[in-house]
Nanobody, 117 residues
Framework: QVQLVESGGGLVQAGGSLRLSCVAS????????MGWFRQAPGKEREFGARINRSGGITAYVDSVKGRFTISRENGKNTVYLQMNSLKSEDTAVYYC??????????WGQGTRVTVSS
C-alpha cells in the first residue's frame, strides 16, 4: 500500500505560480512511477504529468508543456509539480498518483487549484 497526501493548492491570479507537493508513505516510493492528474469542474479527470522511478524521464499533456515541471526527491518520498504561467483553464482539483505507466494503483485525495482571471 502507498498513501499519498497532496498539498500546495490554493487561489492564484492568472500568470502566477504554485508548487504542489505529494508526500508518499508505505511501500518504497522509488519503486513507483509518479504522476499528477487533474479534474476541472464538470469534466473528467485527465492526465497531467508523470515521472519515472529515477526522475530522468518525464511526460506532459500538451496543454501544460513548457509551463509545468514534475520532479521527485526519492530521499524525501515526495513528488512536486511546479506550475508557472497559470491560466484560468488550469483551475481543477489536482491528484497525485503512484503506480506504473499503464496502471495507476494509488491516489491521493486531491488539492484544489483556482486560477482567477
Amino acid at each position: 500500500q502507498v498513501q499519498l497526501v497532496e498539498s500546495g493548492g490554493g487561489l492564484v491570479q492568472a500568470g502566477g505560480s504554485l508548487r504542489l507537493s505529494c508526500v508518499a508513505s508505505g511501500r518504497a516510493f522509488g519503486s513507483n512511477v509518479m504522476g499528477w492528474f487533474r479534474q476541472a469542474p464538470g469534466k473528467e479527470r485527465e492526465f497531467g504529468a508523470r515521472i519515472n522511478r529515477s526522475g530522468g524521464i518525464t511526460a506532459y499533456v500538451d496543454s501544460v508543456k513548457g509551463r509545468f515541471t514534475i520532479s521527485r526527491e526519492n530521499g524525501k518520498n515526495t513528488v512536486y509539480l511546479q506550475m508557472n504561467s497559470l491560466k484560468s483553464e488550469d483551475t481543477a482539483v489536482y491528484y497525485c498518483a503512484a503506480g506504473s505507466f499503464t496502471n495507476w494503483l494509488y491516489w491521493g485525495q486531491g488539492t484544489r487549484v483556482t486560477v482567477s482571471s
